[in-house]
């Protein structure tokens, strides 16, 4: 079975514009998972879903972000209007079990913003 | 509140040595998982290990192993026979199991360079 597929691996866009991340997870996974991660801050969990309906929404930084979860195959975190400091490596990942089971992660997508 | 710490920044070991890298954690939760995950120079984060708070054995997949003290509340991962392609960022991680919350926590990581 193929990993989680994010798309674009790479992206960069100018202050303002909209930017749109995509994640497809491991077929069969309950759990959807978005992350970022900067030198500063780490890795930090942006919002997870179960069975497509978000759960916990509460790192996502400002409501520029924007998390979507259409079927249990497709996910997409979006940013409205983007600014430099979003610039970040956005992970996503997916679990059958949340509480016990690995989490694995796609190849990520670094976001550049101008 | 959980928190996941890796003292250590930067870590040299020569090929074929073993390694440990360090990490502690602190949570009120009664049941939790700890993850290791490594992330080469390309980016990916690829999962290692696992070790449930209730399994009585210290986890191990093959060169990895994890030396779990619960009393200590450290979760110190082991690479035995270091290679070459061991040189990357480690990430330690935890995840309540119990209590509704299940957010994950990630330490801020460990480099390991294996020198030849």
């Known amino acids: 079975d193929a990993g989680v597929i994010q798309s674009p691996r790479h992206e960069v866009t100018e202050m303002g514009q909209e930017v749109t991340l995509r994640c497809k997870p491991i077929?069969?996974?309950?759990?959807l998972f978005w992350y970022r991660q900067t030198m500063m801050r780490g890795l930090e969990l942006l919002i997870y879903f179960n069975n497509n309906v978000p759960i916990d929404d509460s790192g996502m930084p400002e409501d520029r972000f924007s998390a979507k979860m259409p079927n249990a195959s497709f996910s997409t975190l979006k940013i409205q209007p983007s600014e430099p400091r979003d610039s970040a490596v956005y992970f996503c990942?997916?679990?059958?079990?949340?509480?016990?089971?690995?989490?694995?992660f796609g190849p990520g997508t670094r976001l550049t913003v101008l | 509140a959980q928190k996941i710490t890796q003292t250590q920044p930067g870590m040299f070991v020569q090929e074929k040595e073993a390694v440990t890298l360090d990490c502690t954690y602190d949570?009120?939760?009664?049941?939790?998982?700890l993850f290791w995950y490594k992330q080469p120079s390309s980016g990916e984060m690829i999962f290692l290990i696992y070790?449930?708070?209730?399994?009585?054995q210290n986890a191990t997949e093959g060169r990895y192993s994890l030396n779990f003290q619960k009393a200590r509340k450290s979760a110190n991962l082991v690479i035995s026979a270091s290679q070459l392609g061991d040189s990357a960022m480690y990430f330690c991680a935890m995840r309540p199991a119990s209590g509704g919350s299940y957010i994950p926590t990630f330490g801020r990581g460990t480099s390991l360079i294996v020198h030849p």
């Open positions: 070790q449930g708070s209730y399994d009585q």
């Open positions: 990942a997916s679990s059958w079990v949340i509480s016990t089971d690995t989490q694995y």
């Open positions: 077929s069969g996974h309950d759990y």
């Open positions: 949570t009120s939760d009664p049941s939790y998982g």
